[in-house]
């Protein structure tokens, strides 16, 4: 059974930095594309970020890009999105999932939702920023 972990959620303030953690068990962690997802209330989810399965290959959102990095640390199967300049339109509940397309640095198409379906989910970690 696959599960999906996210963590390192939080309150933060504007202009400051949180770190979310995803580990996942069930799975060859080394081998799938990994990728960051959020969704605020009532808005549709967003693809932010993916990593491909060896760390070679990164894509961001023009929302995130400058401002989001994503790792992978696949030796302890973990998953980072490091956040900085966060603003309050950041505020969203953030997925991890695993199992997606991540073949190109400049791909958009490949950061949509739907392109994940297919692979697996985490419960989310909520991240707020106040203003």
């Known amino acids: 059974q696959v599960q999906v972990v996210e963590s390192g959620g939080g309150l933060v303030q504007a202009g400051g930095s949180l770190r979310l953690s995803c580990t996942t068990s069930?799975?060859?962690?080394?081998?799938?594309?990994m990728g960051w997802f959020r969704q605020a209330p009532g808005k549709e989810r967003e693809g932010l970020s993916c990593i491909n399965w060896g760390g070679g290959i990164t894509s961001y959102a023009d929302s995130v890009k400058g401002r989001f990095t994503v790792s992978r640390d696949n030796a302890n199967n973990t998953l980072y999105l490091q956040m900085k300049s966060l603003k309050p339109e950041d505020t969203a509940m953030y997925y991890c999932?695993?199992?997606?397309?991540?073949?190109?640095?400049?791909?958009?198409?490949?950061?949509?939702?739907?392109?994940?379906?297919?692979?697996?989910w985490g419960q989310g970690t909520q991240v707020t920023v106040s203003s």
């Open positions: 069930g799975l060859t962690f080394a081998d799938v594309n």
């Open positions: 999932a695993a199992g997606g397309p991540c073949y190109s640095s400049n791909y958009d198409y490949q950061l949509r939702p739907f392109r994940w379906d297919s692979g697996y």
